[in-house]
């Protein structure tokens, strides 16, 4: 699944003709890979055009909305928020990642970036330039598949990105119509998550899958859920309401650690969804983002639990 595997004889292919270039004219190799570390791209940001690395080998993220995306594309990353450093998807990719913020200059100093990636809001981006090259984005002013496209560019792989995000729409898509032939063109679904002691249910573009659900598959969001949390993204519920947002179907995104004793009482025991068996526990720390790490995790569950695929 949208997994980009190289055929063995293809990378052996590679790797021989590599040595071969090696033994032949080493002192070339190592000329042209100094030459590849100091060339430069201009990446058109949303504040202006600026010089970055066009092969990036140390990159700070500052933002979780972009872990995913630098190491789907294949981005060491040195430097990471502490959200996405938790992810248990992100975990052999991060291995070796320290956890920064924008407060942590010194530290962020020491890792010796040469790219800095984070939103728009973080602080001191001023001094952050004076490190490495820092690009900034506005939350939420790029689709979610137009920032990894637009991730793909700062990296110099946009095609790469491009190529994904046409792949994946297409697997999303066709997933959704087998889900609709068997759940109705009428059932509806909602996303909740716990938070402590409170619940949330999401709209169509917050990340716990519902770019999918929403925007990919178009499967029916409760009217109740359209009504308030379609536009914020977001909307807080108490338990005790919890059945008026219910879907026929529901993504549970559950955090162990937080407040779930409204699990044992009568009233979420007799929501339909619960009754039926139709709701669709996932761990909330798998499940916040939206990039495709974690997209391709989404879709792969949803087409087992809806599908048994």
Same mark, same amino acid.
Not at 19 to 28: E, H, V
Not at 81 to 97: M, V
Not at 159 to 186: C, L, M, P, R
């Given at each position: 699944?949208?997994?980009?595997?190289?055929?063995?004889?293809?990378?052996?292919?590679?790797?021989?003709?590599?040595?071969?270039?090696?033994?032949?004219?080493?002192?070339?190799?190592?000329?042209?890979?100094?030459?590849? &570390?100091?060339?430069?791209?201009?990446?058109?940001?949303?504040?202006?055009?600026?010089?970055?690395?066009?092969?990036?080998?140390?990159?700070?993220?500052?933002?979780?909305?972009?872990?995913?995306?630098?190491?789907?594309?294949?981005?060491?990353?040195?430097?990471?928020?502490?959200?996405?450093?938790?992810?248990?998807?992100?975990?052999?990719?991060?291995?070796?990642?320290?956890?920064?913020?924008?407060?942590?200059?010194?530290?962020?100093?020491?890792?010796?970036?040469?790219?800095?990636?984070?939103?728009?809001?973080?602080?001191?981006?001023?001094?952050?330039? &004076?490190?490495?090259?820092?690009?900034?984005?506005?939350?939420?002013?790029?689709?979610?598949?137009?920032?990894?496209?637009?991730?793909?560019?700062?990296?110099?792989?946009?095609?790469?990105?491009?190529?994904?995000?046409?792949?994946?729409?297409?697997?999303?898509?066709?997933?959704?119509?087998?889900?609709?032939?068997?759940?109705?063109?009428?059932?509806?679904?909602?996303?909740?998550?716990?938070?402590?002691?409170?619940?949330?249910?999401?709209?169509?573009?917050?990340?716990?899958?519902?770019?999918?659900?929403?925007?990919?598959?178009?499967?029916?969001?409760?009217?109740?859920?359209?009504?308030?949390?379609?536009?914020?993204?977001?909307?807080?519920?108490?338990?005790?309401?919890?059945?008026?947002?219910?879907?026929?179907?529901?993504?549970?995104?559950?955090?162990?650690?937080?407040?779930?004793?409204?699990?044992?009482? &009568?009233?979420?025991?007799?929501?339909?969804?619960?009754?039926?068996?139709?709701?669709?526990?996932?761990?909330?720390?798998?499940?916040?983002?939206?990039?495709?790490?974690?997209?391709?995790?989404?879709?792969?569950?949803?087409?087992?639990?809806?599908?048994?695929?």
């Amino acid at each position: 699944m949208l997994k980009k595997l190289l055929p063995s004889l293809f990378a052996l292919v590679l790797v021989l003709s590599a040595c071969g270039s090696n033994s032949n004219n080493n002192g070339s190799s190592k000329e042209s890979e100094k030459k590849d &570390e100091s060339t430069t791209i201009t990446y058109q940001s949303e504040n202006g055009p600026v010089e970055v690395p066009a092969n990036p080998k140390r990159i700070v993220v500052l933002s979780f909305s972009f872990s995913g995306n630098v190491l789907a594309l294949g981005g060491n990353i040195v430097g990471i928020d502490a959200w996405s450093k938790a992810n248990p998807r992100f975990e052999q990719g991060l291995k070796n990642a320290e956890v920064v913020t924008e407060d942590n200059l010194e530290k962020i100093i020491e890792l010796e970036p040469d790219l800095i990636i984070g939103l728009s809001s973080i602080k001191d981006i001023d001094r952050l330039k &004076e490190i490495a090259p820092t690009i900034t984005y506005t939350y939420g002013k790029n689709d979610y598949l137009t920032q990894h496209i637009e991730i793909g560019k700062l990296l110099n792989k946009e095609k790469e990105a491009t190529d994904w995000v046409n792949n994946f729409k297409k697997e999303a898509q066709a997933a959704g119509e087998e889900i609709k032939a068997k759940i109705g063109a009428d059932a509806t679904v909602s996303v909740i998550e716990n938070q402590e002691k409170q619940l949330y249910v999401f709209g169509n573009n917050f990340a716990r899958g519902t770019e999918i659900l929403y925007q990919e598959m178009k499967l029916n969001m409760p009217e109740k859920v359209k009504q308030d949390a379609l536009k914020p993204g977001f909307f807080a519920i108490s338990p005790e309401v919890l059945s008026d947002y219910a879907g026929d179907y529901v993504i549970f995104s559950k955090n162990a650690d937080g407040d779930t004793s409204f699990q044992q009482t &009568e009233t979420y025991k007799n929501i339909p969804a619960v009754k039926n068996n139709r709701v669709f526990e996932v761990d909330a720390k798998e499940f916040y983002f939206n990039d495709p790490l974690t997209l391709e995790y989404q879709l792969e569950f949803f087409k087992k639990a809806f599908l048994g695929k």
